[in-house]
C-alpha cells in the first residue's frame, strides 16, 4: 500500500476501525439526561415562556454549530431526538422496514424545507410563543421516535428527514475530534453515504455523487447558509411584516445559491473547496449575530453585566470555527485526492496523450474486458479483481485466494503480462478445465496490455472434449464405469481428473443435493443477500454434459454390493461400477442430541441450511441470534446474521476466536472488529443445556449464564459421512480408512474428502479436497502419487475484516518471529524456522492481505527480504512479498 493510501486509511477510518473511548454505560447515561433536560426545557417553554425562549433561542441553540464543527459525533451521541430514534432498534421491537424509494430521493430536500421554514418563522411567530415551540419540540422527538419504530436504522430520522442533518453534514465534514459512532452496532445500509458510518469521508461521497441530483442538493443547502443566516438577522429590527420578511429571506438565500453558481461556473472554483468556503462565511455570519445573543442571555440568566465588544468577539469566534472547518477540510481533501489521483489523473487527463502513454508513466497496466469494451488501469499494487471492482465491471469473488474459481476470466491476449499462477491457483484452474486458458482474477498482477472475457464458457467448451490420448489408460486396464457419490469439491475434482484422461471412460456423479456444484464457502452471502444462488455455482450448467458426465441430483445413494460392484440408489436403481468413489463429506456436529428438535435450531453447512436460516428469519421476525462456535465457520456465520441486521452473540469455547489459526494479538484485533459491526463475543464458555419450550429459547451457559435468542446456529465441527462406508464393511475410524493413494480397505473403492479419516488432513479446505481427488485418479492410471498434504492458507471470507493464516502459527522454542507493530492498523506475524517461513497471520483492513499468498509461495526464499524488514527497511507484508520476488 502507498504511503498516500496507508495515511487515507487510518484518516477515514470508518467508525468501525474506531476503538471506543468512552464505556458505553456512559453514553447511555448522557442520553437519559439530555432528553430529561430537552423535555424539562420544553416544560418550561410551556408554561414559563420568557424564561423558556431565553434559554432555547438564547443558549440551547447557538450553541449546536460551535460543537459541530469541533465534535460532531458528541452530538451525535448525545441528541435527544436520536436517542428517541434508536431506541426501538436498541431495544428490539423496530419493524426496521425499509424506507420507500420515493421518500430516500425526497428526503434531504423534505430536511432542508422544514429547517427553512423553522428558521423562517421565528420573527414573526417562534421567538414570541413559548408553548409552539415547546409544541414543537415534542412533535418532532415523537416523528424521530415513530421513524425509528417503522425504518431501520437510522432512516426514519437521524439520517434522513431531521432538519439538524444538513448542519451536521455542512458544519461537521472536517471534524476536529472524531466521535466514534456508538449506535449503529451492525450497519444495514439503510441510507446513502451515510454520516455517522464515515463523517470525514461522507462529503467526499455527497459531492462527488454519481446521482447528479443527490450531489446538486447537498451543494445547494451547503451554498445558502450565509445568504439564509444574513437574510434573518439583518431583519432583526425590520418595522415590515410578513410575507416581505419572507420574500427578502427567500431572495438572500437565492441570492447566495446564486453567488456559489458563479463562483463554480464562471470562476472555476472547485465545487467542494467552494461549498466548504461558503460553509465558513455562513458560521463566520452566524456568531457575529449570535455571539452577542448568547452574552445577553448569560445576562439576563445570572445578571452578569459585562462591557465586552461582543460583535467582534461573535465575528472573531466565527472565524476560528471557519478556519478550524476550512484547514480540516483542506487537509483532508490532499490525503483523499492524493490515495485516489493515480486512478483519477489516468481517467481525466486531457494532455491528448495516449492513455497507453499514461498508465505507463503511472506505473498502471491497461485492461480491456472484451464483453463490454471497456479498459480500465491496474495499478501495481493491485489485483486485476479489485481493479475491476473498482471500474464497477461486474464479476463475482468467493474466497479471493484462488481456491474457489469464483473469479475466472478468461485470457485473450497479453497473457504474458500477468504474475505467474502459484500452486493453489493451477489446481483450481485444472479442476475446473481451464489451465492455460483462463486465470482467477483475485490471483493476477497485471504488468502491461491485457484483454479478457468474463464469459469463460467457450474456453471450457475447448477443453471438454480433449483429443484422446494415444492409449486410454482406463481403458487398457478395462475400467468403463466409476461412479462418485457427492459433487462437491473432492467429487468434481475427481470427475474432472478422469475425464482429462480418459475419454472412454463412463462417469456418474450422484449428488442428494438439488445443486449443480457450487461455492460452498460463499452460502453466508444466501443469508442476507437476495440472489440465493446466483453467483455461487462455479461451473456451467451443461459443465456435465459436455463432459460427457451423468449427474444423478437429488438422490441417496442407499447401499454398496462389494460383491456385485454395484452402488444402489434409494430411488431403486443400481449403478454398476468398476471403480467406485466415495467423497460423501461430512455433516455439521450437533453441539447436543436434543438440539435438532427445536425449530429454530441450525446448523450452516450446505445451501439449504442458508435458505432455511433465511426463510425461519423472515417468517418469525428474529432480531437476535446466537452462534455456537468460534472457529473459522462460526465467525463467518455471526458475520453473515449482522449482515441481516441480527444481533449476534458469538460463543467459543476456547481462550480466543479462531484459535487454531490466530495469535492472541490477531484473535484480539478479530474480536474487536466484530464487537464494532455489532457481534457480541464470549469466549472460554461453553453450553452446558438449552431451555425452551416449543423452540430454542436460551442456551445454559457451564458458568450459568443465560444467553438468549430467537435463532441458533451451531457451528462446532464436522462429522464424517461414513454410514454408507461402514454399512458396507469397509474399515472406518470416525472417517472412511484409506492408504496414501485414498484407497479404501475394498482396492475397488475410493474415498476423498471430508468422509475421510487421515492424521494431518483438516476437514472443510478445498485444496485438501483437491489433492486427495488426484491422489486418488493418480492411483486408478497406475501411476500413483501419494496425497500429501498441501500448502494451507486459511482465509475468513467477512467483508469487512481481511484474516488469513498459514501453516504453525504458535511456532516452537528456536523459531524466529516477526511481527507489525501492535498500533500499526494491520497485524501480521511471521514465523520463521531455519530460515523457512512456517507460519504467518494477518489480521486488517479489507484488501490489507492480497498479497499473503505470494507471501507463503516464496517461502524459504525470503532469507534476503527478511533482511531489509529486520533492518527496518521494509513496513509490510506487501513490501515483503514483492522483495522476496
Known sequence: MSASKAKASQLFANYTRIEPTIPAGVWVALRIVTLIGTLALAAVLAFLPEFG?????????????????????????????????????????????????????????????????????????????????????????????????????????????????????DYGQAPLVMVRNGYCPTCVGCQKNCYDFNPRAAIFSDMGDDDPRYATQRRFFMAMMPGMILGYFLQANAAYGEPLHFIIMVAATCASVGLYQLAVGFFNLDPLRAANLFGGLALVAFYTFALPIIAKT??????????????????????????????????????????????????????????????????????????????????????????????????????????CGADAVAICDGAEHLSPAGADELATLRRMGLEGVARLACMC???????????????????????????????????????????????????????????????????????????????????????????????????????HVELWRNTLASAIDRDAKTLKL???????????????????????????????????????DAAAIRAYTQLQGVRRAVVIGGGVLGVEAADALHHLGLRVTLLQRAHRLMDRQLDDVGAQRLTTYLANIGVETRTEVSVASYEGDGKLEAAILSDGTRVEGDLFIACAGITPRSQLAKAAGLATTRGITVDPTMRTSDPNIYAVGDVVDIPGAPGGLWPVASAQAEAAVSDMLLAPRPYEVPRLIVQLKCDGVDVKSFGDVEGKPGDEVIAAP???VTWWRL???????????????????????????????????????????????????????
Not at 485492461?367 to 479498459?375: E, F, I, L, Q, Y
Request: aromatic share 8%.
Open 298 to 403: 448569560l445576562q439576563y440568566l445570572f445578571g452578569l453585566q459585562l462591557a465586552l465588544p461582543f460583535d467582534a468577539l461573535g465575528y472573531g469566534l466565527g472565524a476560528v470555527l471557519a478556519t478550524i472547518m476550512l484547514f480540516q477540510g483542506r487537509k483532508n481533501e490532499d490525503v483523499f485526492r492524493a490515495a485516489s489521483e493515480s486512478a483519477d489523473q489516468i481517467r481525466v487527463d486531457q494532455s491528448g496523450r495516449s492513455l497507453k502513454d499514461r498508465l505507463a508513466d503511472s506505473g498502471a497496466a491497461l485492461v480491456t474486458d472484451r464483453g463490454s469494451g471497456s479498459a480500465f488501469p491496474v495499478a501495481p499494487d493491485e489485483t486485476l479483481l479489485d481493479a475491476m471492482e473498482t471500474a464497477r465491471i461486474k464479476i463475482n469473488f468467493g474466497c479471493r485466494s484462488g481456491m
Open 53 to 169: 425562549l431565553k434559554l432555547w433561542w438564547g443558549f440551547a441553540i447557538p450553541v449546536v454549530p460551535a460543537l459541530v464543527v469541533i465534535a460532531p459525533g458528541l452530538w451525535r451521541q448525545i441528541c435527544p431526538m436520536a436517542f428517541l430514534n434508536q431506541a426501538p432498534r436498541t431495544f428490539g421491537f423496530s419493524k426496521e422496514r425499509d424506507l420507500p424509494e420515493l421518500a430516500r430521493d425526497w428526503a434531504f430536500a423534505i430536511a432542508t424545507a422544514i429547517f427553512f421554514v423553522v428558521v423562517a418563522l421565528r420573527y414573526p411567530l417562534l421567538n414570541q410563543n413559548g408553548p409552539l415551540v415547546a409544541l414543537a419540540v415534542v412533535v418532532v422527538l415523537v416523528a424521530a421516535f415513530v421513524g425509528g419504530l417503522i425504518y431501520k436504522g437510522r432512516s426514519g430520522w437521524c439520517g434522513t428527514f431531521c432538519p439538524l442533518g444538513p448542519i451536521q453534514r
Open 831 to 885: 514465523t520463521l524456522r531455519e530460515g523457512a517461513l512456517v507460519g504467518a497471520v494477518l489480521v486488517g483492513p479489507p484488501g490489507s492481505g492480497r498479497d499473503f499468498a505470494r507471501l507463503v509461495d516464496a517461502g524459504d526464499r525470503l532469507g534476503t527480504a527478511l533482511d531489509g524488514l529486520r533492518a527496518g527497511r521494509l513496513d509490510s507484508v506487501r513490501e515483503l512479498a514483492a522483495a522476496a520476488e
Open 822 to 824: 501492535k498500533d500499526d
Open 570 to 608: 434409494a430411488t431403486g436403481d443400481s449403478l454398476p461400477y468398476d471403480r467406485l468413489v466415495l467423497a460423501t463429506g461430512a455433516d455439521a456436529a450437533p453441539p447436543s442430541p436434543d438440539y435438532a428438535r427445536y425449530p429454530n435450531a441450525f446448523v450452516l453447512r450446505k445451501a439449504a
Open 445 to 547: 498482477k497485471v504488468t502491461g496490455e491485457v484483454t479478457i472475457d468474463r464469459d469463460v464458457r467457450g474456453a471450457q467448451r475447448a477443453l471438454a472434449a480433449p483429443g484422446a490420448p494415444t492409449v486410454d489408460p482406463l481403458a487398457a486396464q478395462g475400467i468403463s464405469r466409476v461412479v462418485i457419490v457427492g459433487n462437491g469439491v473432492a467429487g468434481i475434482g475427481v470427475a474432472d481428473a478422469l475425464r482429462r484422461a480418459s475419454a472412454s471412460v463412463h462417469i456418474e456423479i450422484v449428488s442428494d443435493e438439488p445443486h449443480h456444484f457450487y461455492n460452498r464457502m460463499a452460502i453466508g452471502r444466501m443469508i442476507y443477500g437476495r440472489a440465493a444462488m446466483d453467483g455461487l455455482f462455479l461451473l456451467p450448467e451443461d459443465w456435465c454434459a459436455q463432459n
